[in-house]
């Protein structure tokens, strides 16, 4: 006699928003609308919105699928065991109809309403995050948040291709910042999250490599992501608003990233390395805001 595996309640509705990621969906709408308003042709308030609402759908379908992948990871880590999958809240198979269902939503209005050229970068987008970053990068190599940090990247240049249809050095410039932004970002987090990643078998770079190995990279990957965030002022495509916010922003990275490299003991347990990792959130929200101010304003 076999006894059939106890019905979970119905989810609710925020439930599946939590699917979504909605923290980290906020950057990337703010990203993605950046690269839109930085453009320079103005899009039709309508469209706007419809492109923006695809760019959140899209992150939302990605981060569902992440999810439902990784349920077995979540459901040993700290940080994510109160997610509506580890957590008993809701079934796999409806996470999984729900992120698939999204994605093509996302995907086909944006091509339809928009244009092809968006439709396009979002569909990579989407599937370099769910299938090159969570299902290929991730558990097998340390350089999972390197390359799949390309993943996150996408958003100016969906915002970007949105109002003007094809891509130009600045977006691919805002693509690479976020990029090299990445991994000192998610780097500065495992410094301090390392036994949850350990636990999970996650091969972050701290628990494959060490701690020593990680603040170094962290150090050496701020480098060229200074180099970027302040390169389109001497490339003549912003001007000084964006300029100056840049270069200040990066300097106050560079010190914090320079602190952790170093070993530098905060007042508290890892009071840098959680001092980086708040601070790169701000600084890409700032530095993308003024990008925006310029575009505007000067």
């Known amino acids: 006699m076999t006894i059939a595996a106890p019905l979970l309640p119905p989810a609710d509705w925020r439930d599946f928003l939590a699917l979504t990621k909605p923290r980290v969906m906020t950057l990337v709408v703010f990203t993605g ?30 981060g569902a699928l992440n999810q439902w992948y990784e349920a077995d990871i979540d459901a040993v880590m700290k940080r994510t065991a109160g997610r509506p999958l580890p957590a008993g809240r809701m079934d796999r198979q409806a996470a999984l109809h729900f992120g698939v269902g999204l994605s093509a939503f996302s995907v086909i209005l944006m091509g339809l309403a928009v244009n092809l050229a968006a439709a396009a970068i979002l569909l990579v987008s989407i599937l370099f995050y769910v299938l090159i970053y969570t299902v290929w990068l991730k558990r097998r190599t340390p350089q999972n948040i390197v390359i ?86 001497p490339l003549g495509l912003t001007g000084a608003i964006y300029g100056i916010t840049a270069v200040v922003l990066t300097a106050a990275f560079g010190v914090l990233a320079a602190l952790v490299a170093a070993g530098a003991k905060a007042s508290k347990p890892m009071g840098y390395e959680k001092k980086l990792f708040a601070f790169s959130i701000l600084y890409l929200f700032i530095i993308f805001g003024a990008l925006v101010a310029d575009r505007w304003l000067a």
Not at 34 to 62: D, E, N, S
Not at 174 to 192: I, K, R
């Open 33 to 62: 609308l950046c690269g839109m308003l930085a453009a320079p042709v103005q899009i039709a308030p309508v469209l706007a919105f419809t492109a923006i609402l695809c760019i959140a759908l899209g992150a939302g379908a990605a």
């Open 148 to 233: 799949g940090g390309a993943a996150g990247a996408f958003p100016p240049l969906i915002g970007w291709a949105a109002a003007t249809g094809q891509v130009a050095l600045l977006p691919v410039l805002l693509f690479s910042l976020v990029f090299l932004w990445t991994p000192p970002h998610f780097w500065a987090l495992a410094l301090f999250m390392e036994a949850d990643y350990a636990k999970a078998g996650v091969p972050m770079l701290p628990v494959v490599a060490g701690e020593k190995v990680t603040r170094r990279q962290i150090g050496l990957y701020t480098i060229p992501m200074a180099i970027v965030a302040i390169a389109p002022w």
